[in-house]
């Protein structure tokens, strides 16, 4: 099919070097940075579905869920947008961080970008479980937002080039694998915070982010800085090194070359967020643009940050919504091994539209269900066995995007870009992630509220869009060095046209090699 756009095995340079338990270290390291996002994402539905927070913070909600008791309408417990700005907030100032931190990513490094996020969370955990009033608990989040956006920004860029092309795929997906263990972890804290006495262990669910905070401050500050990065700051003996250092051999003039081709393109750039408007990078542009995007219009910040709300919602207890939460969690983290072991072997596009499908299917599922148990006055109730077969639906939907859209959502934009936009790339894919989890976050309530259980067909609609996208113009980048992407692009039958034959790092020097 013309849309696949492989890469012939001999168009790259197949570096010398082997898998270093130092390569793996520092991407472990590295990759400890998801539990930043993955915490908040589990902890804040939670916090909010608990009602001495509620109590403290948002009463107007309570009282709200004592209408919707009395009126039977279920959809429309949780409809607040002071309560949805609360856990949306956090995504507004991570995509203004995100502009900052792409900057301080090119201009200073990965590793000090993670070390900026990391302390931006530390004091926004704090700040959360001390807070008194409302301005003190929005605020400790948009300290946390500013956490995540530098994080989000920096490791995935990080981990594409640390690792070797080998396993690129795996070692970035660590982030995804960091994220959903945050989940889980969030979604076990919150278990077990809600059953202290005296109402307060919404405050110790929120003031335990502290731990993964300190986690990536301490291991972004003892890790080294990408040979990428640190060539593209002036110091190539130093690259060098890195660079065998991670490779574990001292033969890496090939890779070395490619780098400094990359460096010397770099070099010509100033403006990056101008440069990458340029025609010439218009695919890079379009995937960063809607990967992000197609990834949030997948509906799953709606059940992973919602999660409790959302069980609580269709009948659940207050134990059993919160208990269900823990074990999506776990499914999530469980089906994220899976991407972690198939993406270099069977390759992105795969695992993409495998996911695709079945996220459309059990959504449909999970749709249906609900409306056939709670209509559209959202007046009815789920037996036992109807919760059960929910639960497993929403398990199965999110065991596909935990394999396929989570991680590759942000391993795709991460190793796409060429050195001189890279920043800029990731940047903007950081941005329109946390828009679109904003904009979602803040309207999820009241869309549930409003279009019921048509809002998981509204969903699995964009689901179905994205998979066809991927399909005709998303070409395999498994085990292509990461300085030679341009060659999957211009061998695609749509971007080829995109791409310049000077941007083709290393082909010629590998021409060469064969000629002789």
Known sequence: MEGEGFVAASK??????????????????????????????????????????LNKFFPSVLEQQSKASQTENQYCKFDSQLLTLFTSSLYLAA??????ASIVTRIFGRKISMLAGGVAFLIGSILNGVAMNIGVLIFGRLLLGVGVGFANQSVPVYLSEMAPASIRGALNIGFQMAITIGILAAGLINY?????EGGWGWRLSLVLAVFPAVVMTAGSYLLPDTP????ERGQPEKARQMLQKVRGTQHVDAEFQDLLDATEAAKKVDHPWTNILQPRYRPQLVLCILIPFFQQLTGINVV???????????????DASLMSAVISGIVNVLATM???????????????LEGGAQMFLFQIAIGTMIAVRFGVNGDGELSRWDANILLLFICAYVAAFAWSWGPLG?????????????????GINVAINMIFTF??????????????FGLFFFFAGFVVIMTVFVYYFLPETKNVPIEEINQVWKQHWFWGKYILDEALIGLSRNDEGRDT
Not at 30 to 49: H, M, N, P, Q, R
Not at 304 to 318: H, I, R
């Open 228 to 231: 990428n990065s640190i060539l």
């Open 12 to 53: 790259v340079n197949i570096y010398e070097g082997r898998v270093t338990a130092f390569v793996i270290c520092t991407c472990l390291i590295a990759a400890s940075g998801g539990l930043l996002f993955g915490y908040d994402l589990g902890i804040s539905g939670g916090v909010t579905s608990m009602e001495p927070f």
């Open 192 to 196: 077990g915070t809600a059953k202290i």
């Open 338 to 352: 899976v991407s972690i072991y198939s993406v270099d072997k069977f390759g992105r596009r795969v695992l993409f």
């Open 439 to 452: 904009i979602i976050g803040q309207v999820f309530l009241s869309m549930l509220c409003h279009m019921k």
């Open 304 to 318: 992973m940050f919602y999660a409790p709300v959302l069980f609580k919602t269709l009948g659940f207890g207050d």
């Open 95 to 100: 995509l203004v961080a995100s502009f900052f």
């Open 410 to 426: 942000w391993l795709v934009p991460s190793e796409i870009c060429p050195l001189e936009i890279r920043s800029a790339g990731q």
